[in-house]
């Protein structure tokens, strides 16, 4: 078992994650005592509850069943949770505890942040997803008309279960969904961490096919490598103010082909593995990087089978990227590649980037 640690030092915050691939029973008795005798609610994703309800037979009046889908991370849903929370009589030293992907993550721990100012969060993340990124860091967060993630809190779990066996049964794109984000850190991995002596890009690159087939003992050392550099980030810049922006490698050209597709017809990751490319295309044209690099990155990507997705016009997906969260002003801003595992932070004007990207319609 891995466990680590997350200090918040700005806010004298402090908890663990603990990663293995126990038996679920060890689990549950884990997350019981965890609560000892205190109150709580579960919040879980409608599959997971499926699958896994014999494992985690908590008391049936104190289940709160999420259904499956991004849309169900809502206001309505956000407050029915607190409702339920408030039916049960929940105080501020009970427990919230979230069994599910990053939708039943994100959503329940914006309800426990909002319950009497602030009830105890238990994170047990079940897609790789949720493991290496939406469980740690305590971004919290529902969708609203107007986009994703919109009202939302900085909300730090008490502690975070992450449990390997949970992956067995998450489809191949969902894997992959996740898979992507873990692929990013590997790319960034000097960014987060200065000293780091793992070398996530030569692991990803040695380790494929284990990965491919969630080879248990190496998806904990890769869970727990890219779990590490996210918490150097988020102990560094819990509130995105500087260095916690360099999460977001691909993410300004994938949240543009999410949007152009509706969120329906690719994962999220499919989409931050189509956003690397394109960063990595607009940094060669930059001279940020050569194109030794480029390749190298390129063939790590590929030998995970990523498909390529549908190509857009810079007339469609630039208009798109002006309305980014991130944007600031006129511009446009990107994370890029700078040299091995590192990135840094670049703007452009709209002009600009039309002109850099016009040679790739
Ligand atoms: P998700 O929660 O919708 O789960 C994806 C699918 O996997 C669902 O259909 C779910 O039923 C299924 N599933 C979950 N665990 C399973 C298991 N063990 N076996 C079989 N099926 C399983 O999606 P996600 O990809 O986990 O998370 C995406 C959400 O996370 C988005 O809402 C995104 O905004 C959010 N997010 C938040 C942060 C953050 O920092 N808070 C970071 C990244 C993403
Ligand atoms: N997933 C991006 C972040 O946590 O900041």
New binding site residues.
Partial sequence: MNTLEVNIKSRAKQYPIYIDNADFSVLRRKIIQECGDKNYIVVF????YK?YSKEFDFPKDRIFILK???KE?NYKNYLKILDFALSKKLKREDYIIAI???????IAGFAASTYMRGINFIQVP??L??MT??SV?G???INTNYG??LVGAFYQPKVVFINTN??K???VN?YK??LGEVIKYGFIEKSCDEDSEFDLLNFLNENCEKILNKDSYTMERLISACVQLKIKVVENDEKESGLRKILNYGHTYAHAVEKLTNYRKYT?GECVIEGIKFALNLAVKKNLIDKEYQFLCSDIIQKYEYKPLKAFVSSKYIPIMTTDKKATGDCINFILPVQYAQVGEYKFTVPELFELVSDNK
């Fill in positions: 994703n409608q599959k997971v699958l499956d889908g991004e991370k599910g992907g990053g939708v039943v993550g994100d079940t897609t997803l949720a990124d939406s860091g971004k919290v967060a994703k993630n949970f992956l049964t998450l489809d969902q969904s996740g999220h």
